[in-house]
């Protein structure tokens, strides 16, 4: 069986699921629906048929948390962590870890306060430009 079917069970269609969920289903919020879509479009370009799909997964997901997200500005790899990912990363010295770590706490409470922010700065635009478009009811 394909990774990505149409909801007849062939591979191809332009409505994809993977294990009989849709990025277009109904039953899903818009965020759930977003991220499917972009995790199905993602998963359709990689070569499932010469590697099995859980070989690829890690790849798949490395991709997705360093890829800017729309709203933020960021990659949700530097949301979680502070710091950009690294294919290759070289062992920490071992200095004072706890006053890095603080550090860390304290740079990222900074950036979880800023995205925050933002998502409300971005929320708010958008449900401006709804509320124009917006017709009172009869």
Known sequence: MPLLEDSHGTAGSQEQTIHG???TDRRLDGTVQSNSGTILA???EL?????????LLPLAQF???SSKNAT???????ANYGREPEIER???????RIQEAEILVEQLKNLHE??????????ER??????IKRQEAP
């Open 21 to 23: 969920i849709s990025s």
């Open 72 to 78: 933020t500005g960021t990659t949700p790899f530097f």
């Open 63 to 65: 991709a997705y948390n």
């Open 114 to 123: 800023a995205l925050r922010k933002d998502i409300e700065f971005t929320n």
């Open 126 to 131: 958008m449900k401006h430009y709804y509320d």
């Open 47 to 55: 070569p499932t048929r010469q590697l099995g799909i859980d070989s």
């Open 42 to 44: 993602m998963l359709s």
């Open 90 to 96: 070289t062992p920490l010295k071992a200095m004072n």
